[in-house]
């Protein structure tokens, strides 16, 4: 079956794109780029290194451009809360911005990525999450949302582990006032737990170390570990954990998620799901 073909780039492309530092590794342009082949539509989707300090710069770039959108990976989600004109209730409730949506109200935040992470679970790991007890490691914008989502899907028990402890504080400050019911703790669990998520970027290059501490806390105490990394497709901490007998899933349903709630956003047009799944595989994974 032959593959859609987009139109030729012309004065009416519309332009979305993803910004981070590092992004070479990123697959959403083939993501995207597939699903508005697919559906005949004159867009482009590309990706841009762009420094924490120019992010501002090159948000009302896009948006001086007319950009349709954009979306933000590492370290950028934080950030920028405050650069936006106007927060989309799921970026007020999760508190970062991974999606922007540019129109008459201006750069609009939004966040794709709660739902995201919890349909992946789902999905890829089987995971119930309610009354489950759960590691996290990270606290930067993945982190806190990851954090907050999981504690409203009411998880049992909540780790948070990251290098900086304040940060991972503050987290857990607001998990206790907003769902009183989750016991949230900073540090490793001295007991099992059933599922251990990184939010870290600690894994994106080769001589990464582990984002796991594993004197302070062993992977044979885990059922299952999820990482929101995808490529490389088998991270250092995926490979140890498989080697102590969990079950493990990398980030590519987190990140095939997320892009189908933000081209939906964007285009005003239902994601095409298989498409853009089918794209992220020949991408990352060569098949």
Same mark, same amino acid.
């Given at each position: 079956?032959?593959?859609?073909?987009?139109?030729?780039?012309?004065?009416?492309?519309?332009?979305?794109?993803?910004?981070?530092?590092?992004?070479?590794?990123? =697959?959403?342009? /083939?993501?995207?780029? @597939? %699903?508005?082949?697919?559906?005949?539509? !004159?867009?482009?989707? $590309?990706?841009?290194?762009?420094?924490?300090?120019?992010?501002?710069?090159?948000?009302?770039?896009a948006?001086v451009?007319?950009?349709?959108?954009?979306?933000?990976?590492?370290?950028?989600?934080?950030?920028?809360v405050?650069?936006?004109?106007?927060?989309?209730?799921?970026?007020?409730?999760?508190?970062?911005?991974?999606?922007?949506?540019f129109?008459?109200?201006?750069?609009?935040?939004?966040?794709?990525?709660?739902?995201?992470?919890?349909?992946a679970l789902?999905?890829?790991?089987?995971?119930?999450?309610?009354?489950?007890?759960?590691?996290?490691?990270? =606290?930067?914008? /993945?982190?806190?949302? @990851? %954090?907050?989502?999981?504690?409203?899907? !009411?998880?049992?028990? $909540?780790?948070?582990?990251?290098?900086?402890?304040?940060?991972?504080?503050?987290?857990?400050?607001?998990?206790?006032?907003?769902?009183?019911s989750?016991?949230?703790?900073?540090?490793?669990?001295?007991?099992?737990?059933?599922?251990?998520?990184?939010?870290t970027?600690?894994?994106?290059?080769?001589?990464?170390?582990?984002?796991?501490d594993?004197?302070?806390?062993?992977?044979?105490?885990?059922?299952?570990?999820?990482?929101?990394?995808?490529?490389?497709?088998?991270?250092?901490?995926?490979?140890?954990?498989?080697?102590?007998?969990?079950?493990t899933?990398?980030?590519?349903?987190?990140?095939?998620?997320?892009?189908?709630?933000?081209?939906?956003i964007?285009?005003?047009?239902?994601?095409?799901?298989?498409?853009?799944?089918?794209?992220?595989?020949?991408?990352?994974?060569?098949?």
């Amino acid at each position: 079956m032959s593959q859609p073909v987009q139109p030729a780039i012309n004065a009416a492309t519309r332009l979305c794109a993803v910004y981070g530092s590092p992004i070479a590794h990123s =697959a959403s342009p /083939a993501m995207h780029n @597939a %699903a508005f082949a697919a559906l005949g539509l !004159n867009w482009r989707y $590309l990706a841009f290194e762009v420094d924490p300090k120019n992010l501002r710069a090159a948000i009302e770039g896009a948006k001086v451009m007319g950009f349709a959108g954009i979306n933000l990976t590492v370290p950028h989600k934080l950030l920028a809360v405050d650069m936006v004109d106007k927060l989309d209730e799921s970026a007020k409730t999760w508190g970062a911005v991974n999606t922007i949506r540019f129109g008459p109200e201006g750069a609009v935040g939004f966040n794709t990525d709660a739902d995201a992470i919890v349909t992946a679970l789902h999905e890829d790991l089987a995971m119930s999450l309610r009354g489950a007890k759960v590691l996290l490691l990270g =606290a930067g914008g /993945a982190g806190r949302t @990851a %954090a907050l989502k999981l504690a409203a899907e !009411n998880v049992a028990e $909540l780790f948070l582990a990251n290098r900086t402890s304040s940060k991972a504080e503050q987290i857990a400050g607001e998990i206790t006032r907003r769902f009183p019911s989750v016991r949230v703790s900073v540090g490793y669990p001295r007991t099992a737990v059933d599922l251990l998520v990184n939010a870290t970027s600690l894994g994106l290059k080769a001589d990464d170390s582990s984002p796991l501490d594993e004197q302070q806390f062993s992977l044979k105490q885990v059922r299952a570990v999820y990482d929101m990394i995808y490529r490389p497709v088998e991270t250092k901490l995926l490979a140890a954990a498989e080697a102590a007998g969990c079950r493990t899933a990398n980030g590519l349903g987190m990140l095939l998620h997320q892009g189908a709630k933000a081209f939906e956003i964007w285009t005003g047009r239902p994601a095409p799901l298989d498409v853009m799944r089918r794209a992220l595989e020949q991408n990352i994974y060569g098949h």
